[in-house]
């Protein structure tokens, strides 16, 4: 057997998934590194093939600590021979990568120029590359980067409104959870046909990190997030857009340093810092009737994720599908209908029952925007990319199935 290793590294996860190479590149083991350098570090697996899940704590300091367990992992299951290519999720390909790529010693000696960009990641993303490599030398492996899905926006969406200079060190909007809208879109293609995918449409991935894409044409026309994953939607702890005067503000008055200012806006703000209870949305749903702090942190997320659909709607000249995906997205009636409330005048109108039931589509019959939840899968999408990059021929089979 020939399969493709998927590896999907987060802040302080790293998802895995195995593939057989083939038409319709059919899962055989799928899993996920946890809470990653703390003590109570997990790993949870499934033997899809067996159809037998299971899960053991685990000494993970850091995400190359993972590679070893989950070497052992494989080699118990499918044997490491069965490994013939590895795909890996990169967030940030920088200016030069609008698509996947073969990594080798010039795309390394790339994202480690380009790791200012995206410090809290792509030095992880690297050193994971480097210990695959050592592990499983005669492997190609492909960096699969979130940016790349965004490369062609049009230039008045990935400008930024500071001195023209800048754009020449390579600070524009990039725009992230690529991989993610590349699924979606090919996903939308398949259960809602061509000219649905063709149409203008908002993507919404609302997960711990939140960002929403307008695309028209299957093509990324703007999306919320900026030169960072911090920018736009109030996400679990990023603050999302800010005003930009609170630099110097916090600087002044609290001599807040740049170092602090990072950590407040990547993981002291969003729905944690307004609620000063939970990342998470549940936690909060879960409090709201009781807790002030709780009911404004769930309201500002909402009324966020509201502006940015209008906003997009008026970017694209109208809307013909709104997308909910992500662990929020997917499964929360209580926020998409919050999201969704008031956007009548838009064509926006759910029905629901079928929202309670997070059913595909869940728009009222009368709505003239089709409102769909579609499960994202940035695993599948990094095995299809590693299938065209290495010409596989295993890209379309799910659409065309
Ligand atoms: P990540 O961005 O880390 O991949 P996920 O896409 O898994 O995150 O999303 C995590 C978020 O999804 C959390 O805020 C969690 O509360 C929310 N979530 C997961 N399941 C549910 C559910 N059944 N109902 C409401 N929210 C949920």
Redesign the pocket.
Known sequence: MHSILAINS?SS?LRFALFEVGESLPQILIGKFDRIGFPDAKLSFTDVLANKSDERMVDALDHVACVPLLVELLEKKTGLDSVSTIGHRVVHGGPRYRDAVRVDGAVLEELRRISPFAPNHLPDAIALMEVFTAKFPQVPQIACFDTAFHSALPRVAKLLPIPRRYEAKGVQRYGFHGLSYDFLTQELERVAGAKAANGRIILAH?????SMAAVRDGKSMDTSMGFTPAAGLVM?TRSGDLDPGLVAFLGRSEQMTETQFDRMIHHESG?LGVSEIS?????L?AREAADIRAAEAVALFCYQAKKWVGAFAAALGGLDTLVFA???G???PS?RARICEGLGFLGIELNEPRNRENAPVISAQNGRVAVRIIRTDEELMIARSVSRVLGLGAVKERIES
């Open positions: 987060g996860s609302l997960g711990n990190g939140a679990s729905l990342s998470d949305i549940r936690d749903l992500g662990g929020i997917e499964n929360s926020i």
